[in-house]
């Protein structure tokens, strides 16, 4: 099993950043890919980004150019820093990973809200 744990959520201007991290316990060598999905109220949960064991990454077309994901494998740990932050980014965001037999795991989920 792998445990994980979101952190870094929180209320935001347009323009603003943050910055959400995710800490992975349990069978964390059995994790392969990390990443981030998001859910807005009233709508189906999307994918944001995800990170591969080997760092390579792909990302939502509504938020190239402005997150970034990285990860910690020495940590367990992955990150997206969101910059530009937009109004329309505003909802829950989850922390994701996958292990070798393509099982998912989820955390708690982070609110993320971005208004004046």
């Known amino acids: 099993q792998v445990q994980l744990v979101e952190s870094g959520g929180g209320l935001v201007q347009p323009g603003g950043s943050l910055r959400l991290s995710c800490a992975a316990s349990?069978?964390?060598?059995?994790?392969?890919?990390m990443g981030w999905y998001r859910q807005a109220p009233g709508k189906q949960r999307e994918l944001v980004s995800l990170?591969?064991?080997?760092?390579?990454?792909n990302y939502a077309d509504s938020v190239k150019g402005r997150f970034t994901i990285s990860r910690d494998n020495a940590k367990n740990t992955v990150y997206l820093q969101m910059n530009s932050l937009k109004p329309e980014d505003t909802a829950v965001y989850y922390c994701?990973?996958?292990?070798?037999?393509?099982?998912?795991?989820w955390g708690q989920g982070t609110q993320v809200s971005v208004s004046f």
């Open positions: 349990g069978s964390v060598l059995r994790i392969l890919d």
């Open positions: 990170i591969t064991r080997g760092h390579s990454t």
């Open positions: 994701n990973a996958e292990d070798y037999l393509e099982r998912p795991y």
